[in-house]
Structure formats: C-alpha cells, structure tokens
C-alpha cells in the first residue's frame, strides 16, 4: 500500500530560525513529489514539484529536496517568517490504471513564534 | 479576482439528504478534481475531469456524482448524505491532464460539509 510519511508532526520555531521538514514514501515508482503550504482554514497552495530525476528545487524560502533512492524528501525553510505558520503536506504520485494517483502525507504543522 | 471559487464555503444538513457543492476556474484550464480532507487533515482525491470527462475516480461511493457542464466547472452532487460525509471538499485546476504531468494545481478554498 502506498504510504506517504511526514515528520515531525508538529514543529514550533522562533521567527527568523530555519527549519527542515521531512518526508518518507513508500510510492514507486512515482512521477512527481509535491509540497503544498496549508494556511488554516483555505485551501493547499503549491510550493515546489518535482519529478523522480531532480534532487533539489526552490521557490523563494522554501527549499525541496529528493532522494529517491532512499525515498526521502525534505523541505527547508529559511529565514521563517510568521506567515510560514502552516500546515506543510507532501504529496507523491503513483500510476494507478493509466493515471497517476496522489498519496498525500498528513502534514506537518508549523508554528513560527515572534 | 478568484481563480478557483467554491459555493457554498459552509454547508449544514440532515442525514439522508442531498445537497450540491458547485466550483467554477476562471484560469482556462482543462482539468479539475475534487478531493475530500478528513477531521484528521488528511487529503485524498476523489474524482479528476479533463474537458468534461472523467480520468480519475477513486473508490468513491456512488452517492457522489461529479458533473462536468464544461470545461470551467465541476460540481459535487452527493445523495443520501451520511455521518461520514462531513469533512472538507476542495476544488483544484490545472492545466495540463497528461499522466504524471507535472504542473501546478490551484485549490479553491473549500467547501465545509457538515452533516447531522
């Protein structure tokens, strides 16, 4: 069964510290691995996407990185802002009957302090 | 401007009813989903549309019917509404629809079922 595993679940930061968010999946093979940004109460809002043969991508602050050999992401924030408060999901996609099928973690909840 | 709308944001009903969750993209895009987020945070996909058909239908219950009236709407009707039904519905677009492609979703800002 595909399984997409994230860690920590929760994670409290003072503003202006980094962070590094992890993912672990169990989906192969797969074509792309997502992160999404949730802010409460609105929908998901796409941060990075990349395929099974890039190792890194960025946008901004936010920093993905892919190790499919051991089936690991990560997702590094630098420089946190109180607006990073949020819930991070990662996403894997997997073919499934001519498609390719989302496996969403759960999300790791982040809370920057001042 | 709204790129991704859903209507009703909040929606409170009786076990057994039926009730519409509509969404409409103004981005020109060929695709659209439907996915379902649990009290737990948790996302799944439900259904995918391109150009009015269906790609994507994950082990949904036939009380959930999608419907395609073109290309930049895709409403959620959903029969005989069950306990377990309540949960947040979120609407998504994207442009391209080819297996694994790898571009960007827009999600609406959900659609709170709750169903008593």
């Known amino acids: 069964k595909n399984q997409v595993e994230q860690s920590p679940q929760s994670l409290i930061i003072l503003e202006g510290k980094n962070c590094t968010l992890q993912?672990?999946?169990?989906?192969?093979?797969?074509?792309?691995l997502r992160w999404y940004k949730q802010d409460t109460g609105r929908g998901p809002v796409s941060l990075t996407i990349m395929t099974f043969s890039e190792n890194t991508k960025s946008n901004g602050r936010y920093t993905a990185t892919l190790d499919a050999d051991t089936k690991q992401s990560s997702l590094h924030i630098t420089a946190s802002q109180l607006s990073d408060s949020a819930s991070y999901i990662c996403v894997v996609e997997g073919p499934s009957g001519g498609s390719y099928i989302p496996t969403f973690g759960r999300g790791t909840s982040l809370i920057v302090h001042p | 401007d709204t790129a991704v709308s859903q209507t009703p944001k909040y929606l409170v009903t009786q076990m057994g009813n039926d009730k519409s969750i509509k969404c409409e993209q103004n981005?020109?895009?060929?695709?659209m989903y439907w996915y379902k987020q649990d009290s737990k945070k948790f996302l799944k996909i439900m259904f995918s549309?391109?150009?009015?058909?269906?790609?994507i239908n994950e082990t949904v219950p036939n009380r959930f019917s999608p419907k395609s009236p073109d290309k930049a709407h895709l409403n959620l009707h959903i029969n005989s509404l069950e306990l377990g039904d309540s949960a947040v519905y979120f609407c998504?677009?994207?442009?391209?629809?080819?297996?694994?492609?790898?571009?960007?979703?827009?999600f609406g800002p959900g659609t709170r079922l709750l169903v008593l």
């Open positions: 993912c672990n999946y169990t989906v192969s093979p797969f074509s792309n």
């Open positions: 998504a677009s994207s442009q391209d629809a080819l297996p694994g492609s790898r571009v960007a979703q827009y």
């Open positions: 981005l020109g895009h060929d695709t």
């Open positions: 549309y391109n150009n009015k058909e269906l790609i």
